[in-house]
């Protein structure tokens, strides 16, 4: 993986660029810099995926004036790097996983993260369908400024508004601690939020998680067995099977 240092140090353009924090990336460079004076998101995209930049820079101008995504400052087709403005808070994921949070907050953002993939479909809607966010783990969520913001935006494509939640209750079910009752319950929350808002139907989601949870091995292949296990469990049986206490 390339250094967004180096990006930095070999574009005279950014060379007054101050970078503050790299993020975990699987496929590009992302960086959180002081650009110009101000905090920005550098995401250097690799040459072969070009595509994906235009793509993501397409959906933040769309969606930024009505959904909480990062504002597209700048797309350098030169460099393939896109610059966002930088959203400050928490990771979602590390919300839900913090012990020391109370189920109640938990639950709190979990309904408004429902709410967001709402807006996400009923704002890219048109008559050929539907376009997902794709990548809808909770890693892809901040909470900051009391509102769910989402971020990450490459892996967007057409299809069912259900594979979105269907990857979001995966990520939610099998991030560490992997498969409790409290997680059992945010996704419950999660599914009822989400089935209450959508003005669409939502078919066959115990299959979807069950596929969405079988997709994680890739990225979790020392958790290969409990995955097949639990996404088996909810494929029969429902996401109330995906607990350890059952």
Not at 220 to 229: G, I, K, N, S, W
């Amino acid at each position: 993986m390339r250094d967004i240092k180096d990006l930095l140090k070999k574009e005279e353009k950014y060379q007054s660029a101050l970078l503050q924090k790299e993020f975990e990336s699987k496929k590009n460079t992302v960086g959180y810099v002081v650009y110009e004076g101000q905090p920005r998101v550098f995401k250097w995209f690799v040459p072969g995926l070009k595509q994906n930049m235009d793509l993501e820079y397409s959906i933040l101008q769309k969606g930024c004036a009505e959904l909480a995504i990062p504002s597209p400052l700048d797309k350098d087709t030169d460099n393939n790097v896109l610059i966002m403005s930088y959203i400050m808070g928490e990771n979602v994921c590390d919300i839900i996983n913090d012990s020391h949070k109370t189920f109640q907050e938990k639950e709190r953002i979990i309904l408004l993260l429902a709410d967001w993939l709402v807006q996400f479909h009923s704002l890219f809607r048109s008559e050929d369908g539907f376009r997902i966010r794709g990548d809808a783990s909770l890693r892809n969520f901040i909470f900051s400024k009391d509102r769910v913001w989402g971020v990450d935006f490459e892996e967007s494509r057409p299809g069912k508004p259900s594979e979105d939640v269907a990857t979001l209750c995966a990520s939610l079910l099998s991030t560490d601690p992997m498969f409790t009752k409290e997680k059992v319950q945010l996704c419950h929350a999660c599914i009822n939020a989400y089935l209450r808002a959508a003005k669409w139907p939502v078919e066959h989601l115990n299959t979807e998680i069950a596929y969405a949870l079988l997709e994680r091995i890739q990225w979790r292949p020392q958790d290969e067995e409990t995955l097949r296990h639990f996404a088996e469990r909810v494929r029969k049986n429902g996401v109330r099977a995906a607990c350890h206490n059952d």
